[in-house]
C-alpha cells in the first residue's frame, strides 16, 4: 500500500479479554517495529522484526504481548488477558530495513491503534 | 541507554513567529529524527540527519554532534503547524537503539 496501515483505529475491551493489532507495512519494508504511547510521553520500543523473525523483543513489557510476523508483511501484536494499564495508543512503523551501525533509516509511522481496557 | 531531553515541552505562539524546539541527547548517535504528531496519534518523518542542517518548506532541522543537541525551527509559523514534535535518536544498534524524546507540544494562535 502507500501507507503504513493499522486496524482496528480504535478498541475498547475489558479486562481479562484478549486483543489483536494489526500492521501493514509500506511494501518492501523489511523492518518493521511496534512501539507503545501513553498519554503525555513518547513511543516506547515492543518489539522490531527483520523480515519474518522477531529480531529484539526486549521491550514486550511481559509474556502477555507477542507479535508474529509469518511472511515478513503483515504483522499482528497480539495481547492476553488485557490490564487496565495495556490502554495506551500503540504505533506501528516501517523502514527499507535497519543496518548495524547505521540504525533505522527513515521511519515511517501508521495512525496507530488506541486501545482502551476498561 | 541514550537520554533524550526536548524542550520546551510546551510552546504557545501567534501565527507567524519563528519556533525554535531544541533536542538534547547523551550518547552518541548514527542519527536523529525529528517527526510530527497530530492529534489522533499519526505520525509523520520530518527530518532524519546525521550531521549539519537539512530544509524543507519553512522546517529546518540542524544537529550538532559535538554538542549532542539539535534544533527543529518552524519559519513563518501557521496554524496548521500546531502539533506534538517528537525527537528520536538512533544509536544504530537496531531498533531497540531509537529512543524517543516526551515530545514538545505546539500550539501557533490564529
Not at chain 1, 84 to 95: E, K, N
Not at chain 2, 2 to 30: D, H, K, M, R
Not at chain 2, 71 to 90: G, K, N
Request: proline residues 4%.
Amino acid at each position: 500500500g502507500a501507507g503504513v496501515s493499522q486496524t482496528p483505529s480504535n478498541k475498547v475491551t475489558e479486562k481479562g479479554k484478549y486483543v489483536e493489532l494489526r500492521c501493514d507495512p509500506i511494501s518492501g519494508h523489511t523492518a518493521l517495529y511496534w512501539y507503545r504511547q501513553s498519554l503525555g510521553q513518547g513511543p516506547e520500543f515492543l518489539i522490531y522484526f527483520q523480515g519474518t523473525g522477531a529480531a529484539d523483543d526486549s521491550g514486550l513489557p511481559n509474556d502477555r504481548f507477542f507479535a508474529v510476523r509469518p511472511e515478513g508483511s503483515v504483522s499482528t501484536l497480539k495481547i492476553q488477558r488485557t490490564e487496565r494499564g495495556d490502554s495506551a495508543v500503540y504505533l506501528c512503523a516501517s523502514s527499507l530495513e535497519v543496518i548495524a551501525g547505521v540504525g533505522t533509516g527513515e521511519l515511517f509511522f501508521g495512525e496507530g491503534s488506541r486501545l482502551t481496557v476498561l | 541507554k541514550n537520554e533524550v531531553e526536548q524542550s520546551p515541552q510546551n510552546l504557545t505562539a501567534q501565527e507567524g513567529e519563528f519556533i525554535t524546539i531544541n533536542c538534547s541527547y547523551s550518547v552518541g548517535i548514527s542519527a536523529l529524527h525529528w517527526l510530527q504528531q497530530h492529534p489522533g496519534g499519526g505520525i509523520v518523518s520530518l527530518f532524519m540527519l546525521s550531521s549539519g542542517k537539512k530544509k524543507h518548506g519553512r522546517l529546518i532541522a540542524t544537529i550538532n554532534i559535538q554538542e549532542k543537541h539539535s534544533s527543529l525551527h518552524i519559519t513563518a509559523s501557521h496554524p496548521r503547524d500546531s502539533a506534538v514534535y517528537i525527537c528520536a535518536v538512533d544509536s544504530g544498534g537496531g531498533a531497540d537503539g531509537l529512543t524517543f524524546g516526551k515530545g514538545t507540544h505546539l500550539i501557533i494562535q490564529p
